[in-house]
């Protein structure tokens, strides 16, 4: 009997209409457009407006998708995972709520949080449930509606991330492609440098709370950037050494999209060509849990069946981590 190794068999995306670009900024803020593009390499980032919406209403768009291109019944999913820093609500599980509304009513559901690298924890959770032989068809959706915690007068964090979603399908392969290897990491000491301060358990909202902006993002910039560019490289190296792939045999790195400088200290630690990258930071931003699908959502035409794929991404907390996944489709 062959191996079953855990196969993405369909992508889907999707990302809100209203584009918010570096000039409209530019009137909020103190900033401008050189100075965004120069140090994260964002030109526009995309904005969920409509009333009452949130990251389920994304989340639900990129799974509609890919049934439709995939023509599947949604009561064949035995698993949705919606990855999401931004859920619609606290308890409530948003994927709970995607699963019924997408029409997967013989599924279970559940939420995964691990910050930028929830889609990266997912796919590693996913693919696990496909390995055991106890699932045939996993939903895995990443979708964050960062400007629900974002303050718009703060230039370190609204400048940075976006709103969308991205969705893959993992079924099994018995042909040997699909997920091949991950190494995932944390450390605690990271819950300082980027987090949102009030809303836990440890400090309830209140007025105060709220009157003290304790509810939007918090970073330092600078302490993250240097812990996510040495990580995020140190993993996507290690991944290739235990896998004995040198740079000509990977494809494509598939890296989060939160700061260029960052993807591009990456690609040259695996000593990549600029053209085995995938970027889309220009257009969306940081999505937190969209980046991954998303990225795969707009190259899903240049890849090819065997094509050798390593994803990287860290998130707060820290959480980092990479895994090394070959195409199974054209």
Not at 25 to 42: A, C, F, K, P, Q
Not at 58 to 78: G, T, V
Not at 210 to 229: C, L, M, R, S
Request: hydrophobic share 40%.
């Amino acid at each position: 009997m062959s191996k079953i190794t855990a196969a993405i068999t369909a992508v889907g995306g999707y990302v809100p209409e209203y584009v918010l670009t570096n000039q409209i900024l530019e009137t909020m803020v103190d900033t401008n457009d050189e100075w965004i593009t120069t140090r994260t390499g964002i030109k526009e980032r995309r904005i969920l407006k409509e009333e009452g919406a949130g990251a389920s209403f994304m989340a639900i768009k990129a799974a509609e998708e890919l049934l439709e291109k995939r023509n599947l019944d949604p009561k064949e999913i035995d698993l949705v995972i919606v990855s999401t820093a931004t859920p619609d609500m606290p308890v409530a599980s948003t994927a709970a709520y995607v699963a019924s509304n997408i029409g997967a009513v013989n599924a279970f559901s559940f939420d995964l949080q691990a910050a930028c690298s929830s889609f990266l924890y997912g796919m590693s959770t996913a693919a696990s449930y496909i390995e055991s032989g106890r699932y045939k068809k996993v939903l895995l959706i990443g979708a964050d509606k960062m400007s629900s915690i974002i303050d718009y007068t703060d230039r370190a964090t609204c400048i940075i991330f976006g709103d969308g979603a991205g969705a893959v399908l993992f079924e099994p392969n018995t042909e040997g492609y699909g997920f091949q290897d991950e190494v995932l990491r944390t450390d605690g000491v990271g819950r300082e440098f980027l987090k949102i301060d009030a809303g836990g358990s440890i400090l309830p909202a209140s007025e105060e709370t709220v009157k003290n902006k304790q509810h939007f993002v918090d970073q330092d910039g600078k302490t993250v950037f240097k812990f996510a560019v040495s990580n995020m490289a140190d993993v996507s190296e290690k991944i290739m050494v235990r896998n004995e792939l040198s740079h000509d045999d990977v494809n494509w790195l598939v890296p989060h999209q939160a700061n260029k400088r960052i993807i591009d200290a990456t690609a040259n630690r695996m000593k990549l060509d600029p053209s085995k990258v995938m970027i889309n930071i220009h257009k969306y931003g940081n999505t937190t849990s969209a980046t991954l699908p998303l990225l795969l959502h707009d190259y899903e035409k240049q890849l090819k069946k065997g094509d050798k794929l390593v994803f990287a991404a860290f998130g707060g907390g820290f959480t980092w981590g990479a895994i090394y996944l070959t195409w199974a489709y054209n």
